[in-house]
């Protein structure tokens, strides 16, 4: 069974837009989580990191934790064509030293 | 400036010749691993490094080896590469076990 799942998209949306991605973990121990966005062919950049319930901003984007329903989101508003990339959810439980992916979302922002 | 290099970017091999990708980090930093990725299957970690001579096995380690006699270089060494390990492969480095990865630039190899 897959440790962190995510739908694979591609999710469209138009440009100004809210973009919602979803991310489930099963592992209840998993104390630190983390979004990257990866470029066709290029590597994961770190785009938030979020480690207690609720919600983290930055800039355009937010994180949001729910540990009980073992869920974590990114919300990135007034989405740019730029935007346009696979975001990766990953997840860290403390008590191991493996950080597990998620398959990504491609998320498309059309202009 | 502050990176995790990677070499070479592009190998491509045969079935059984043993092969080394190096990693290297400028940034003092204690946590480092290996991941390939591989379409649909993500980001899959491959072995990681909790400090110097200290390492253990991520969720796919067969085929793999690595080690850590020195803080900034974690190389991977695939003894007898299988066109099963043909993939990219990405280092990671962070400050602690707990802190967000730095990755390098990939290597895309393909075993023939």
């Known amino acids: 069974q897959k440790e962190v799942e995510q739908n694979s998209g591609p999710l469209s949306v138009p440009e100004g837009a809210i973009a919602s991605l979803n991310c489930t973990y099963s592992d209840r121990g998993s104390q630190s989580f983390f979004w990257y966005r990866q470029y066709s062919g290029k590597s994961p950049e770190l785009i938030m990191s979020?480690?207690?319930?609720g919600d983290k901003e930055d800039g355009r984007f937010t994180a949001q934790l729910n540990k009980a329903s073992q869920y974590v989101s990114l919300l990135i508003r007034d989405s740019q064509p730029s935007d346009s990339a696979t975001y990766l959810c990953?997840?860290?439980?403390?008590?191991?030293?493996?950080?597990?992916f998620g398959s990504g979302t491609r998320l498309l922002v059309r202009p | 400036e502050a990176q995790v290099t990677q070499n070479p970017r592009y190998l491509i091999t045969v079935t059984g010749k043993k092969l080394t990708v190096t990693c290297s980090q400028n940034?003092?930093?204690?946590?480092m691993s290996w991941y390939r990725q591989d379409p649909g299957l993500g980001l899959r970690q491959i072995y990681y490094s909790m400090n110097v001579e200290v390492t253990d096995k991520g969720d796919v380690p067969e085929g793999y080896k690595v080690s850590r006699k020195e803080k900034r270089n974690f190389p991977l060494i695939l003894e007898s590469p299988s066109p099963n390990q043909t993939s990219l492969y990405f280092c990671a480095s962070s400050p602690t076990a707990n802190s967000p990865l730095h990755f390098g630039n990939g290597t895309r190899l393909t075993v023939t």
């Open positions: 940034m003092n930093h204690e946590y």
């Open positions: 979020i480690y207690s319930n």
């Open positions: 990953a997840a860290r439980m403390d008590s191991s030293y493996k950080l597990i």
